[in-house]
């Protein structure tokens, strides 16, 4: 007999569904990769739901509970919200905005609310295939904390030991100091700010330091005293307040002149990454354990990650692909199986990132029809199509590459791609102009697992889903100098042979190159999420300057 439990975060951002089968993930769906409104912002994740539901071939009727990766009542109770605040939180309490009546019923499986870090630490823990481990949760907030430190026995039952309130988010420090720089917008641009950082020296004191007794702003006034929600609001222009005040060019928001930020983004940077050092030395401390987690928005810093592995307190480190906030629909599903089931955590890592909604060849020959008069099209065999992509990225050609099932989380993880040769400089040069990025960001390399070490610092295992930063070994940035930032590090991706075809385009490029190495961006406009469909892929394709668009075995290619 088959078990069903649906996860779901349903805050006003990044919502998402997942769905689990006998403890298994088998499915995570982000709102927006449906909706294309980036993060999804505002919507709740109805059409997510559907489609993996769809996935399984079932109904409502077949899940026998659904999670929620926070506790919205819990919240709204503590953040002593006036009435009209409190207004615009309990919609997430109204069970009919994302599990509408007209399309799943009257009934509905039981609905158990995770507490918020609880579920992010379970998105890590529960998939990282570890016995026994430390778990660290940084975000901006959850109900009323903003990081936690716990560990896990071999019961598989997740504690925390210490946990520090919203009044000292990390998130909001960065967030804060990312505006500051004027990167700011409709989306998230603090990993903008974490790429300036490296354009700098750490020259500037900042208001936040590492301290044990979690009061982590000393140099502010207090803000212990005030509500949650109060504090947040305070607490935010303290920080506007510091960086105007002390910190050079002594202006928020000059993005014109960006690089005039550099060095204080290289000292915001130093900041938190002192802080999150002093929290894994204190988890070493405390559980004495060689394998840490980490969760939260704050575990998308993958330069912040890269300090940590290089401390050598833990051996191993597991981050999901889905640290932000979507994946608490994962982690409070599996959470939720784990306490009413009893299935502590998977007994293989998550190794593979493609858990989204798959494509035939047939399917996108029925959409390629309609642009019959804009592209042509032919299609090759496995090993043809490896040897003939290869070629065309080693002759610098620019590749938009679909395949299998979308990936899992906000970074192109060879599921829906733009592939370039990494062994000149101009790749970076096309893919930013490409992309409408600015000249300054750096781009991802993706690498044939076996090959990691002979081009990178760390340990492959760690490198999945490009959310830590590794040093490039310096007899090899000539050879992959489109992928080099310019403090010599890099964020790989560690591909395996079980990502079958992404794998043997990289072996392909190998064989003929010498190189195992391509540049990986993500497949998306300005503004918009990765595609999903080949309807997306294409209009995509259309609208860029990629030479070619390749979906499943297709060879897709202009006029």
Not at 253 to 275: H, P, R
Not at 319 to 332: H, K, L, M
Not at 534 to 554: H, R, S
Request: charged share 25%.
């Amino acid at each position: 007999m088959e078990t069903f439990v649906l996860g779901l975060n349903i805050g006003n951002h990044d919502s998402a569904a997942a769905l689990i089968r006998n403890g298994e993930l088998i499915s995570f769906i982000e709102q927006e990769r449906i909706s294309r409104n980036k993060l999804a912002l505002g919507e709740a994740p109805v059409e997510a739901i559907m489609e993996c539901l769809n996935s399984a071939g079932i109904s409502m009727n077949d899940v026998s509970a659904i999670s929620i990766g926070m506790d919205w009542n819990y919240r709204n109770k503590v953040y002593e919200m006036s009435e009209e605040e409190k207004a615009k939180y309990t919609i997430f309490e109204d069970k009919n905005r994302f599990l509408p009546r007209h399309i799943f019923g009257e009934k509905l499986p039981p609905i158990y609310p995770i507490r918020h870090h609880l579920s992010h630490a379970a998105s890590a823990y529960r998939l990282s295939g570890y016995k026994e481990c430390a778990i660290l949760v940084v975000d901006n907030r959850g109900e009323d904390a903003s990081t936690s430190l716990g560990l896990v026995n071999n019961n598989g039952e997740i504690s925390f030991f210490k946990q520090v309130n919203i009044q000292n988010s990390l998130g909001i420090f960065y967030n804060r100091a990312a505006r500051y720089a004027g990167l700011y917008g409709k989306y998230r641009e603090v990993g903008k700010f974490m790429g300036l950082a490296s354009y700098g020296k750490p020259t500037m004191k900042m208001p936040l330091e590492p301290s044990r007794d979690k009061l982590l702003f000393k140099c502010l006034p207090s803000v212990e005293n005030e509500g949650i929600f109060n504090s947040i609001n305070i607490r935010t222009e303290q920080l506007a307040k510091y960086f105007l005040e002390n910190c050079f060019p002594y202006q928020s928001g000059n993005n014109d002149e960006i690089m005039s930020y550099a060095n204080f983004a290289a000292s915001a940077q130093k900041a938190l990454e002192d802080v999150l050092l002093d929290f894994v030395a204190e988890l070493k401390d405390v559980t004495t354990f060689d394998s840490l987690v980490i969760a939260g928005g704050i575990a998308l810093n993958c330069s912040a990650n890269g300090k940590i592995e290089q401390s050598g307190l833990f051996k191993n480190i597991f981050i999901p692909p889905f640290a932000s906030d979507a994946g608490t629909a994962v982690g409070s599903a599996l959470e939720l199986y784990y306490q009413l089931y009893g299935k502590p955590f998977t007994n293989t890592p998550l190794v593979l990132s493609g858990l989204g909604i798959s494509y035939t060849d047939d399917y996108t020959k029925i959409v390629l029809k309609n642009y019959n008069d804009k592209v042509k099209y032919f299609s090759l065999e496995d090993k043809e199509l490896y040897d003939y992509v290869a070629k065309l990225i080693a002759e610098e050609k620019i590749v938009g590459w679909m395949q299998g099932a979308f990936e899992a989380g906000p970074r192109a993880l060879g599921y829906r791609s733009i592939l370039a040769d990494p062994r000149n400089r101009r790749s970076l040069i096309k893919l930013n102009t490409i992309k409408q990025r600015e000249m300054w960001r750096p781009i991802a390399p993706s690498i044939m697992i076996e090959k990691y070490t002979e081009y990178f610092d760390g340990q492959p295992e760690s490198k999945y889903f490009m959310n830590v930063a590794a040093m490039v070994k310096e007899n090899k940035r000539r050879d992959i100098a489109a992928t080099v930032h310019v403090d010599n590090t890099a964020r790989p991706q560690a591909v395996t042979p079980a990502q079958i075809r992404y794998y043997s385009l990289l072996n392909a490029f190998y064989k003929l190159t010498g190189v195992p190495v391509l540049c990986n961006t993500s497949f998306n406009n300005r503004g918009e999420p990765l595609v999903n469909t080949p309807k997306d892929a294409i209009e995509c394709f259309l609208k860029m300057n990629l030479d070619v668009l390749v979906i499943g075995n297709l060879i897709i290619e202009k006029g």
